[in-house]
């Protein structure tokens, strides 16, 4: 730990567990709530304990034990003896008392409920830094645990990696109840004697009953509007108490010192090592269900990727498929037992790279869908535009059927000849401007149009593809530029959660029945549907900001920041299957957004593998 300024120095055993750049963020923390919480004071003559002769001289004291030299002073000058003792300047034996080896004890515990997740706990890594150094330096023993743990298991007596580690997983939904604090008092003997035990958590601890004559540190977030700051209350049970305000680090540095702080930064390969780099990524999309991401690259190949449950999760090599030269992309899905499939144009032949499952009967007494039995010629999407996806659903006997959509505004049926292995492209639908897969069902979104004849309509239409048929749901917005998104409770029963332009400005929102709508300014981009960490229950419409770097979850009610990145952002979507938010960077990175968690949950840079 070379690099860490000299002020630092004290805690440098316990900063060295961090990578440099994480102890050198987490240092100032330390310094600060250090100072706060102050010295582990020594036992003095007060405290008592089995007297064991003298240690060194005093000021103070009876004149039993004033040293023999002064008492010259009344034989030679009393006068002088007299001054020297009303200034205090008299010499006398200072009594040595011999204390029991570790009585002294430091105990700490934290609360890991609802209150405390996310940045405060940036705080308690700090304070168990902060209170283990303080038991060393003063010769005591310390002891540490989750409030929320069982005390049969145990406390920590030190803070190491794998210690910490437990303390990061260690969440819990539910606040520190009294029980529990009794039961940790009883574990750890804190009744006993005279302790120097903290609480740390919210203000609420202090209505515990059982945390009467407990230090305690109160940690909460600062409520403003662009504000990112923990404000930590330090109050000891003996001393008055202390506030510190803690400006929290930049988002990056507080996701890794929340979910992985131990992980050392990657070190680049020589430069005269072969390094195979991918294909930099053009664009990228979810896949029809929402949980894998289809990435497009910049050489024609597709692959789909797993999206990580965490920061900490391994994501396996993405399943890729290239098509051989001379064949164009038109659209690429991943089923949630068939994998991967593409289809390709090769001159005037449709080429489909995947196996679509066998027919399980030949039966075909009826159709879900109407159409021409003529195949049309569909263009390839133009250059720069993405591809369209591949959707799968099945018929009442059984069969598979896939639809591709996204590509001039219309939902076409992929068929292949039995016989002959041709591919075949018939148009079911027109003015479609949105499809997924939600429940298994494949929805999408029509312009206002007549479902069927003698029907008139002005709205937008909600179409869910069952077995046997189509079903066509009047929603009555004026627009049909649509969004399916995730919610994560209850929703839409046919579309989840749906977003839906009404008019320029105006998005209208389908969830469990009733309908808000939404008004943005006209400058944002929409690239979404869902929800945040800060109001779980809020749906809202996401966008882009006017400065194409801010994106925003815009609901009924307010308007959260999501994030702020740090280059331009040339493409964003939203998952309608996980709380996932990505994006494209104008340099070509590629960043996912936990949008239930907040926080950055995977980011490639441009030219990785994957």
């Known amino acids: 730990m070379s690099a860490l300024p000299p002020a630092l120095r004290p805690w440098a055993s316990q900063l060295s567990l961090f990578p440099d750049e994480l102890a050198l963020h987490l240092g100032p923390y330390v310094a600060r709530l250090s100072a706060a919480v102050g010295a582990l004071r020594p036992r003095s003559e007060t405290d008592g304990g089995e007297p064991q002769g003298y240690d060194g001289l005093s000021r103070r004291g009876t004149y039993e034990r004033l040293l023999i030299s002064e008492w010259l002073w009344a034989l030679e000058a009393p006068d002088e003896l007299v001054r020297r003792a009303a200034f205090g300047e008299l010499s006398f034996l ?57 005390p049969s298991k145990g406390a920590f007596s030190e803070v190491t990696e794998a210690a910490l580690n437990t303390w990061l997983s260690a969440r ?73 305000v803690l400006e929290l680090p930049p988002p990056d540095t507080s996701v890794r010192l929340l979910r992985d702080p131990f992980q050392k930064p990657r070190i680049a390969p020589p430069a005269d090592r072969p390094v195979n780099l991918t294909a930099p990524l053009r664009t990228f999309a979810f896949s029809a269900d929402g949980k894998r991401l289809m990435l497009y690259r910049e050489d024609g190949s597709v692959g789909a990727m797993a999206i990580p449950h965490s920061v900490r999760a391994t994501v396996p090599k993405a399943r890729r498929v290239t098509p051989p030269p001379g064949q164009t992309l038109m659209g690429a899905g991943w089923r949630h037992n068939g994998g991967l499939i593409v289809l390709t144009r090769r001159g005037g032949e449709y080429v489909l790279h995947g196996k679509v499952r066998g027919l399980v009967s030949d039966k075909r007494e009826s159709e ?63 003015g479609v401007t949105a499809a997924a897969e939600v429940g298994r069902k494949v929805v999408y979104m029509t312009r206002p149009t007549s479902p069927s004849p003698g029907t008139e309509s002005t709205g937008g239409w909600l179409c869910v593809v069952e077995k046997d048929c189509v079903r066509h749901l009047p929603l009555g917005t004026e627009d049909s530029r649509a969004y399916f998104g ?66 925003w979850l815009v609901s009924p009610q307010a308007r959260y920041r999501l994030m702020v990145s740090w ?37 490639a840079l441009p030219g990785a593998a994957g």
């Open 94 to 150: 200072k009594p040595a008392f011999r204390q029991p080896q570790g009585a002294r004890r430091t105990v700490a515990l934290l609360d890991a409920g609802p209150d405390q997740l996310g940045a405060p706990r940036i705080a308690h890594l700090a304070l168990l830094i902060v209170l283990s150094r303080r038991a060393e330096a003063a010769g005591a023993a310390f002891s540490w645990a989750v409030l929320q743990a069982d």
């Open 368 to 430: 879900v869908f109407h159409f021409e039995k003529a195949s049309v010629d569909v263009e390839p999407p133009v250059k720069g535009a993405p591809p369209g996806r591949l959707l799968s659903c099945h018929d009442a006997n059984g069969n598979e059927r896939l639809l591709l959509a996204g590509v001039d505004d219309s939902l076409y049926l992929v068929e292949q000849d039995r016989t002959s292995r041709r591919i075949s492209l018939f148009r079911v639908a027109s």
């Open 567 to 603: 280059e331009e952002v040339v493409y964003a979507e939203a998952s309608h299957g996980m709380p996932v938010l990505g994006w494209v960077l104008k340099g070509g990175g590629l960043v996912l957004s936990n949008l239930r968690e907040g926080g950055i949950l995977y980011q």
């Open 172 to 244: 819990d939904l539910q606040p520190p109840t009294d029980e529990r604090l009794a039961a940790w008092r009883e574990a750890l003997s804190l009744d006993a004697g005279p302790e120097d035990a903290w609480l740390v958590g919210d203000a609420r601890l202090a209505r515990l009953p059982k945390a009467s004559g407990l230090s305690r540190v109160e940690v909460s977030e600062v409520l403003a509007v662009g504000a990112r700051q923990l404000t930590v209350d330090v109050r000891p049970a003996s001393r008055p108490a202390r506030s510190v």
């Open 486 to 551: 995730f919610m994560g409770g209850p929703a839409h029963p046919d579309a989840g959660l749906l977003a839906v332009r009404h008019q320029r400005g105006l998005w209208r929102l389908f969830g469990t029945g009733d309908t808000k709508d939404v008004s943005l300014p006209t400058d944002m981009r929409v690239v979404g549907v869902g929800t945040c960490r800060e109001a779980p229950n809020d749906a809202g419409v996401l966008a882009l900001d006017a400065d194409r770097r801010t994106l």
